[in-house]
Structure formats: structure tokens, C-alpha cells
């Protein structure tokens, strides 16, 4: 894989850019489902699941009809008929991903960049979701990575990764708050 250098300005930019776009289509805000993916027993693996754990106690997520805020865990396949019934737009998946970054690192990884990340923890390649989500959906997917610093086992997130996910957290109910309806 060619290694993607994204600055973290770019990442942000790239979220509230595409969801103005979903808005700007139809009015309404987009339909928006987030997956934290990650295993809670592999170190910085567990930062999608942290990302999605903190997004579920913020008023960002909370009756948010056009949010949908799922803790997949290291089997992001088996979340499918929950996001078929949401109907979402967009499919953001959140994950540590090996990107030969700094840890803690944050990165858009649009759906053609996914091939070839790793994501060895999971039972099925990213890429092989996101075309199945994109395809049965008819969505768009993307990935917000984050360099871990170390999948090791253990229980124990690095305060860089933590850093990042509360980053993440932040951006997500910054874009979402931007985005609900003033009715």
C-alpha cells in the first residue's frame, strides 16, 4: 500500500466537507452511523471503541435521530443489520489503523485507501466491509484511523492514542451539532 500522509487538519476538513455536502443535498442532515471498531484487550486497538463508548455518553449522540453510534468491537461484520435498518448515509468506521504514522496519528482513509491497511485483529478485512456496506447500503464509508502505538495484549491505551480519541470525539460532536436542523 502506498503509505497516505494526511495532516489532522485534513481529516477534519474532510469530515464536515462531506457531511455539508450529504446536508446540502437534501436539506435535512445526513443520516450518520459510527462504528468504533477495536478490541478492548489489544492495547491502542480499543481506540475505535473508546471513540464510540465517548460519543454514546455525549448529548452529541444522545436523541440524535440522524445518529447512530454502534460499539462493534473486533467483529464490525456482525453490526450489519443494525446499519441496514438505520439507513445511514455515510458508514464512518473508527479503528486503529497501521499507517507508519506517529501514534496517535489521525487519518481520513477514504473507502479506495482502505485496501491493504492492517487490520489484523479483525476477523474480516476492512476493505472487504466497506465494499459490502457501500454495495448492500448504497452509502458512502469511510475510515477515520488512528496510529496506535502498540496492539500488544494488555489493557493499557497510550496517553497518545487516548490524546486522539478524545480528538476524534470532539470533531465528531462539533460536526454534528453543525449539522442538526433548526427545527
Known amino acids: 500500500m502506498e503509505k497516505m500522509k494526511i495532516?489532522?487538519?485534513?481529516w477534519q476538513t474532510s469530515l464536515h466537507?462531506?457531511?455539508?455536502?450529504?446536508?446540502?443535498?437534501?436539506?435535512?442532515?445526513?443520516?450518520?452511523?459510527?462504528?468504533?471498531i477495536g478490541n478492548n484487550l489489544?492495547?491502542?486497538?480499543?481506540a475505535g471503541?473508546?471513540?464510540?463508548?465517548?460519543?454514546?455518553?455525549?448529548?452529541?449522540?444522545?436523541?440524535t435521530p440522524h445518529l447512530l453510534v454502534i460499539q462493534a468491537g473486533?467483529?464490525?461484520?456482525?453490526?450489519?443489520?443494525?446499519l441496514r435498518s438505520f439507513a445511514p448515509q455515510i458508514i464512518l468506521l473508527i479503528d486503529a489503523a497501521e499507517m507508519r504514522d506517529v501514534p496517535g496519528a489521525i487519518c481520513w482513509?477514504?473507502?479506495q485507501s482502505i485496501e491493504g491497511m492492517s487490520a489484523s485483529t479483525h476477523?474480516?478485512?476492512?476493505?472487504?466491509?466497506?465494499?459490502?456496506?457501500?454495495?448492500?447500503?448504497?452509502?458512502?464509508?469511510?475510515l477515520i484511523g488512528i496510529q496506535p502505538k502498540s496492539n500488544d495484549v494488555g489493557e493499557i491505551v497510550s496517553a497518545e492514542v487516548l490524546h486522539?480519541?478524545?480528538v476524534v470525539v470532539d470533531e465528531i460532536c462539533n460536526a454534528c451539532f453543525t449539522l442538526k436542523s433548526p427545527y
Open 7 to 10: 495532516s489532522n487538519i485534513s
Open 17 to 36: 466537507q462531506l457531511l455539508s455536502q450529504l446536508k446540502s443535498n437534501s436539506g435535512e442532515p445526513p443520516r450518520v452511523a459510527i462504528v468504533g
Open 42 to 46: 489489544r492495547n491502542d486497538d480499543a
Open 49 to 63: 471503541m473508546l471513540v464510540a463508548r465517548a460519543l454514546l455518553h455525549r448529548e452529541c449522540a444522545a436523541d
Open 74 to 82: 473486533h467483529a464490525p461484520e456482525n453490526v450489519t443489520g443494525e
Open 109 to 111: 482513509v477514504p473507502i
Open 123 to 142: 476477523s474480516l478485512p476492512l476493505s472487504m466491509l466497506a465494499r459490502y456496506l457501500t454495495l448492500e447500503l448504497h452509502c458512502m464509508v469511510a
Open 164 to 166: 486522539a480519541v478524545d
